[in-house]
């Protein structure tokens, strides 16, 4: 299937094997899904690796609302920018996908920063790709409509998955709930949106949290206009 040109501003995905050769030097910690990894108000000590599974990245407003702000895949750094800053993290990050993280202390990542320069390439580019991400989300939540942005993330799970010649999309462990957070809405609103594009002829809403999209062509063309 043809790739969609649509910018990434959710997901993660560093996938580096740079941090292989000083895993040695961190200590290994498990976490299982759904566990609190960092906390609001946490000053990060030690710098994260996600040597496997899911990380999420989210903030809670004070009356409660909950907004997903990415989602870091496995071989990528996280919680790295509050490490770097020293300031407590207004954050949080919780365990999306069983995983296994290695934490190195500040001495040792200013000693492996000296004496492993990829490290430090990998850090740049990880901090590099993050800031674009979140200038993506940014501006998608400032400049596009809501049917923009729900086509654009149907769009970006079009990229990420091999798919069959039916394009059947899985959004895997994604709830409604988790897709509007991504997208700045309300459930309710976003299942309105979505019932509205099925009507359209543009997709059609499956069991099993699947849609099948019916006009790529079509669809694509709703994104920027």
């Not at 999306?96 to 290695?102: G, I, L």
């Not at 998608?140 to 993330?153: A, H």
Request: with cysteine; glycine share 4%; aromatic share 8%.
């Amino acid at each position: 299937m043809p790739v969609q040109q649509i910018d990434e501003f959710w997901r993660i995905k560093v996938d580096s094997d740079a941090w292989d050769k000083v895993l040695h030097l961190g200590m290994q910690q498990k976490f299982k899904q759904g566990e609190r990894v960092v906390y609001p108000g946490e000053r990060v000590t030690q710098l994260r690796y996600l040597h496997s599974g899911a990380m999420r990245m989210k903030r809670t407003s004070l009356d409660g609302n909950e907004k997903i702000i990415m989602h870091v895949e496995r071989n990528s750094l996280f919680s790295e920018v509050p490490f770097f800053t020293g300031e407590h993290i207004s954050s949080y990050f919780t365990c999306h996908k069983d995983a296994v993280v290695y934490s190195f202390s500040r001495d040792t990542v200013d000693d492996m920063l000296v004496t492993h320069p990829d490290i430090a390439k990998d850090i740049i580019r990880t901090l590099s790709l993050k800031v674009s991400v979140l200038c993506n989300q940014l501006a998608s939540l400032g400049l596009d409509t809501l049917e923009q942005r729900i086509v654009k993330f149907i769009l970006l799970r079009y990229n990420a998955a091999p798919l069959s010649s039916n394009e059947i999309i899985s959004l895997g462990s994604l709830r409604m709930k988790d897709i509007a957070s991504i997208l700045g809405v309300h459930r309710a609103t976003l299942y309105k949106a979505l019932k509205s594009l099925e009507k359209l002829g543009l997709i059609k809403m499956l069991s099993e949290n699947r849609l099948q999209i019916l006009n790529i062509d079509a669809l694509a063309a709703n994104a920027y206009h």
